[in-house]
């Protein structure tokens, strides 16, 4: 609780989250103004803005963020990254509280993650996992590219902004599996990011290690902790409750995906089908194949791109309010 009062609390938010998108902009228009962003007119530094700190990775260029400069890129990176980091937060880091916010242990798993997986795709992509491409250039071999591709796709995916930088649909499988495990992340909670969030999963992997230590010692027992904060058992039932739902929802959906296209003639491979549930039921866009970040949903028949709308609606409304709307019991007197 930030503040008192809820109003006040939703004022000191969207300060916060008005401040970013006042410091994006501006940062945008001085890399332009010292000639390290030719394209990034003030128009395109706003629409940026605009589409970074909400996680809904629009842009008015026809090639995404691979249509600016090397600098625009680097930029965006920690902006996708906060974008991404629940925003009470920032403010207790206003008001001086540095302890409590690096204490954070959601973000320190979030930070921690994004740099990890980034590291290993770094790797795999200097490696030669990624084709030279038009957009996106080389990164076999070149150690400043393969490093800021990596970058700019996880942060861009973890946390369901869904820019690119390049067309990593052309990458190779060990590529696209490191970026499908980052889409199955999310942002955290009280961000503007989509998908199952970090701090479920935190909650999933505690209550998993849990289980086995109280396999092997039924005597001993082991609250689930964030932190110094004892997790309350409903809280954790709620959390295995939604990750079931969330990710049966998921699975529903590729299985649905694949029949339907198959019906009308449209080949569509596995991960392809997969990708598409996890990118509408997660918020995130781009997927694999032609659902690549320069590719389309166009294809799909209409009766699936229908069960993909109410994907992305059950995702953004995190699943139950959507499912509990649907049942008898809430429209009983």
Same mark, same amino acid.
């Given at each position: 609780?930030?503040? !008192?009062?809820?109003?006040?609390?939703?004022? $000191?938010?969207?300060?916060?989250?008005?401040?970013?998108?006042?410091?994006?902009?501006?940062?945008?228009?001085?890399?332009?103004?010292?000639?390290?962003? !030719?394209?990034?007119?003030?128009?395109?530094? $706003?629409?940026?803005?605009?589409?970074?700190? #909400?996680?809904?990775?629009?842009? #008015? *260029?026809?090639?995404?963020?691979?249509?600016?400069?090397?600098?625009? *890129?680097?930029?965006?990176?920690?902006?996708?990254?906060? =974008?991404?980091?629940?925003?009470?937060?920032?403010?207790?880091?206003?008001?001086?509280?540095?302890?409590?916010?690096?204490?954070?242990?959601?973000?320190?798993?979030?930070?921690?993650?994004?740099? =990890?997986?980034?590291?290993?795709?770094? $790797?795999?992509?200097?490696?030669?996992?990624?084709?030279?491409?038009?957009?996106?250039?080389?990164?076999?071999?070149?150690?400043?590219?393969?490093?800021?591709?990596? =970058?700019?796709?996880?942060?861009?995916?973890?946390?369901?902004?869904?820019?690119?930088?390049?067309?990593?649909?052309?990458?190779?499988?060990?590529? *696209?599996?490191?970026?499908?495990?980052?889409?199955?992340?999310?942002?955290?909670?009280?961000?503007?990011?989509?998908?199952?969030?970090?701090?479920?999963?935190?909650?999933?992997?505690?209550?998993? /290690?849990?289980?086995?230590?109280?396999? =092997?010692? #039924?005597?001993? $027992?082991? #609250?689930?902790?964030?932190?110094? *904060? &004892?997790?309350?058992?409903?809280?954790?039932?709620?959390?295995?409750? +939604?990750?079931?739902?969330?990710?049966?929802?998921?699975?529903?959906?590729? &299985?649905?995906?694949?029949?339907?296209?198959?019906?009308?003639?449209?080949?569509?491979?596995?991960?392809?089908?997969?990708?598409?549930?996890?990118?509408?039921?997660?918020?995130?866009?781009?997927? +694999?194949?032609?659902?690549?970040?320069?590719?389309?949903?166009?294809?799909?028949?209409?009766?699936? /791109?229908?069960?993909?709308?109410?994907?992305?609606?059950?995702?953004?409304?995190?699943?139950?309010?959507?499912?509990?709307?649907?049942?008898?019991?809430?429209?009983?007197?």
């Amino acid at each position: 609780k930030l503040t !008192p009062r809820i109003a006040e609390t939703a004022r $000191v938010l969207w300060l916060v989250y008005l401040g970013f998108t006042i410091l994006l902009v501006t940062l945008l228009m001085l890399l332009h103004l010292g000639g390290l962003a !030719p394209q990034m007119n003030l128009f395109n530094a $706003v629409s940026h803005a605009f589409t970074t700190l #909400p996680t809904g990775g629009f842009s #008015p *260029q026809a090639d995404s963020v691979a249509a600016f400069s090397p600098s625009v *890129q680097w930029l965006i990176i920690p902006f996708m990254i906060i =974008a991404g980091t629940n925003f009470a937060l920032f403010w207790l880091l206003v008001r001086g509280d540095t302890d409590d916010f690096l204490g954070d242990i959601e973000l320190q798993v979030y930070v921690g993650a994004t740099l =990890a997986i980034t590291g290993v795709l770094s $790797v795999a992509l200097y490696l030669g996992a990624a084709p030279s491409l038009q957009l996106g250039g080389t990164t076999a071999g070149v150690t400043e590219n393969a490093i800021r591709q990596a =970058a700019f796709q996880i942060s861009s995916l973890l946390n369901s902004t869904g820019y690119a930088t390049s067309d990593f649909a052309q990458w190779d499988v060990s590529g *696209q599996i490191i970026l499908l495990f980052a889409m199955f992340i999310g942002g955290s909670a009280g961000s503007t990011g989509g998908g199952i969030k970090v701090i479920r999963w935190i909650v999933i992997l505690k209550t998993i /290690k849990r289980e086995l230590v109280t396999a =092997a010692h #039924p005597e001993e $027992v082991r #609250p689930i902790r964030l932190g110094e *904060q &004892v997790v309350d058992e409903a809280a954790v039932r709620g959390v295995l409750g +939604f990750s079931l739902l969330y990710i049966s929802l998921l699975g529903v959906g590729a &299985v649905l995906i694949t029949f339907d296209s198959t019906r009308i003639g449209l080949e569509i491979t596995t991960l392809e089908a997969f990708s598409a549930s996890l990118a509408t039921i997660g918020n995130i866009g781009p997927g +694999f194949g032609f659902l690549g970040p320069f590719g389309s949903y166009l294809e799909f028949p209409w009766t699936s /791109k229908l069960f993909m709308i109410f994907l992305m609606w059950v995702g953004r409304l995190e699943v139950i309010p959507v499912l509990v709307l649907l049942t008898n019991a809430f429209w009983r007197r």
